[in-house]
């Protein structure tokens, strides 16, 4: 498996709904960062956790790291169907290497 | 510019020629990446520049793939007597420094026929 996976691989969700989706790791990490990609687009960075840190929040996004499982989780609150696109989570390890998972597709039906 | 930008967009190639893509990052911005996204696939590493230091090129899959940078400008990825396999979209990315946010372009999509 890679170093990070995103889980699930794809998501359907009704508008208003909460999203959920994890990223598992496997080395230590330095910190975690979560991107959106739209179709035919280039990636955008959302939000950034530093490995001492639990709980991010920005805006709809909160994002939690928990070092000893060596996940992370982003929740996307009252999803509205412009975040339909794929999330990618992607750690930056101690030896300065940021890795990006395979992504969750995320689709927000109105 | 405000952003990275990429050019061409879109790329049609036949199979056996060489191809160049081409990449300008945020002014500023020390740390270029160029990656290639296979279709609904994710992100695959190619090669890393930082400053005047020497590139990381651990990703390139075989010697007919190579990238330059002069400085802190512009990267130019070459691909030499394309493949089928090297269908795909190729993003570049650049940030203040490596590991922090990446800013990516939108990329661009070759298709080898």
């Known amino acids: 498996s890679q170093q990070g996976e995103e889980d699930p691989q794809a998501l359907s969700i009704q508008e208003g709904e909460n999203a959920t989706m994890n990223c598992s790791y496997k080395?230590?990490?330095?910190?975690l960062q979560w991107y959106r990609q739209n179709s035919g687009r280039g990636l955008v960075h959302l939000i950034l956790?530093?490995?001492?840190?639990r709980e991010k929040h920005s805006g709809r996004l909160r994002v939690t790291l928990d070092t000893s499982k060596k996940s992370s989780s982003l929740l996307i609150t009252a999803s509205r169907a412009a975040d339909t696109a794929s999330y990618f989570c992607a750690t930056e390890t101690s030896y300065d290497k940021v890795i990006f998972g395979p992504g969750t597709s995320l689709s927000v039906i109105p | 510019g405000a952003g990275v930008s990429q050019s061409p967009s879109n790329k049609v190639t036949e199979k056996g020629k060489d191809v160049e893509l081409r990449c300008d990052p945020i002014s500023g911005h020390t740390a270029l990446y160029w990656y290639r996204q296979r279709l609904g696939q994710g992100l695959e590493f190619l090669i890393y520049f930082q400053g005047n230091s020497a590139p990381d090129k651990s990703g390139l899959p075989s010697d007919r793939f190579s990238a330059e940078r002069t400085g802190e400008s512009v990267s130019t990825l070459t691909i030499q007597r394309t493949q089928q396999e090297d269908s795909a979209v190729y993003l570049c990315?650049?940030?203040?420094?490596?590991?922090?946010?990446?800013?990516f372009g939108d990329g661009t999509r070759l298709s080898i026929l």
């Open positions: 080395t230590s990490i330095n910190n």
């Open positions: 956790i530093r490995s001492n840190e």
């Open positions: 990315a650049s940030s203040l420094i490596r590991a922090q946010p990446q800013h």
